[in-house]
């Protein structure tokens, strides 16, 4: 996200899905699916925690699809 309206004050990282607590580079975008990607190497300590940074969320609507692959 490049900036929300009213909330410029929180940075470009606000709306970011993190990957184990942290902020990642998705990349570029793929824009015959509106599509980013992440590679990274599996932790064996737990489950894989996925979090969208959001400050404000009775204002939430809509959904998030995050397709995870192995790589081979």
Avoid: R
Avoid at 5 to 21: A, K
Avoid at 43 to 60: E, Q, R
């Amino acid at each position: 996200m490049d900036g929300v309206e009213g909330y410029e004050g929180y940075g470009t990282d606000l709306l970011d899905l993190m990957v184990g607590g942290n902020f990642v580079n998705w990349g570029a975008l793929d824009t015959t699916g509106h599509k980013y990607s992440y590679s990274l190497v599996p932790s064996t300590s737990g489950p894989l925690a996925l979090k969208i940074y959001d400050i404000y969320y009775p204002n939430n609507a809509g959904n998030i699809l995050v397709d995870i692959f192995a790589q081979v």
